[in-house]
């Protein structure tokens, strides 16, 4: 029961990756720069640290991995302005009123002809 909620949890992640081309760019390009990296790191091995094409292709993934996570990110959901409805409906509870009043004020009067 729990691999199936697990499942299902992870469906939207995979359905947005499939069709978002943002989020496949920003995929292709933290793998392309990881294996640029190791790539690098490997032929270089003790002289490694003191490169700076590994330091750029580390930080191209790093930043690509990053955008990633955030386009893959929920988004927000939008505030409820509770106060506007609030406001909106006091308005119109308060013009019925005073068109109510000022009705039955008419109502009273004797109609000059």
Do not use: H
């Amino acid at each position: 029961m729990a691999k199936t909620g697990q499942a299902k949890s992870v469906l939207p992640y995979i359905q947005r990756l499939l069709e978002d081309e943002f989020v496949q760019e920003q995929l292709r390009n933290a793998v392309d720069g990881a294996r640029a990296a190791y790539g690098r790191a490997r032929r270089q091995r003790g002289e490694a640290v003191d490169d700076k094409r590994l330091y750029g292709n580390l930080r191209q993934a790093a930043s690509s991995t990053r955008n990633l996570t955030r386009a893959l990110r929920p988004a927000k959901p939008k505030p409820k302005r509770r106060v506007r409805k609030l406001a909106a409906v006091a308005l119109a509870i308060g013009g019925c009123a005073w068109l109510t009043m000022r009705l039955q004020r008419l109502a009273g009067r004797p109609q000059q002809d």
